[in-house]
């Protein structure tokens, strides 16, 4: 029987506004702690696959999809540029396909990838961004991600809804800025944590989803 798989994406805002401590400096602090507890577990580290795509103006795989347990440094960001959504949610949708393609091919069942979208500001593309968001989205499209999406100091909440498919927070203040980036570190890691080491008694791996995250609220689903 072919091994389970979930894929994990932290696709991370890296625009000037997310310059310093209270930004991506914050985020890059904790990257050795999710290294560190997802690659020092056995289970977890076999069942999940991590990867860091960070975005300003252009888009950038930081980290390709990888075995934690088989890394030995974390990848660091570093701020500057605008910020524009168009160009990640293109670089999202065909790193996934070629991510499942590749595993798949090395024997794996990939189950549905898990996306933690993050994002301080608004998109310059505001116009256009939508296009290749509707192409990570498709529903004819097996890989299609789960979304969880925040919106961090100034990024627009109805935006950060619209691209959230399971559930969007918003940066409350109750925390200081690192300290809520600190948390939404902390989901990412137990929600890997739960995934892989979720299972019924057929073994099946289900992924495993923050309800509520210190320093964020969550943002209400629309009424249908």
Not at 92 to 117: C, N, W, Y
């Amino acid at each position: 029987m072919s091994e389970q798989v979930l894929p994990f994406y932290l696709v991370c805002d890296e625009s000037w506004s997310m310059e310093g401590p209270d930004g991506v400096d914050a985020i890059n602090g904790c990257l050795p702690d999710l290294h560190r507890e997802i690659g020092s577990n056995p289970v977890v580290a076999d069942k999940t696959r991590f990867c860091i795509i960070s975005f300003n103006h252009e888009a950038q795989v930081l980290l390709p999809l990888a075995d934690l347990s088989e890394l030995t440094t974390m990848p660091a960001m570093s701020a500057n540029g605008g910020t524009e959504y168009g160009t990640v949610f293109n670089l999202l949708r065909s790193t996934i396909e070629q991510d499942v393609a590749r595993l798949k091919q090395d024997g794996h069942q990939v189950l549905r990838p898990a996306v933690f979208f993050l994002s301080d500001g608004q998109p310059n593309d505001s116009a256009d961004w939508h296009v290749a968001y509707q192409r990570v989205i498709d529903p004819s499209w097996s890989a299609r991600p789960n979304i969880l999406a925040f919106a961090f100091n100034e990024a627009d909440e109805g935006i950060i809804k619209q691209i959230a498919t399971v559930r969007a927070f918003s940066y409350n203040g109750t925390l200081k800025p690192a300290q809520a980036l600190q948390e939404f570190a902390q989901s990412l890691i137990r929600s890997i944590v739960r995934s892989g080491t979720s299972g019924g008694a057929d073994g099946g791996m289900t992924l495993a989803m923050p309800d509520t995250v210190p320093g964020f609220t969550t943002i209400p689903a629309d009424v249908v």
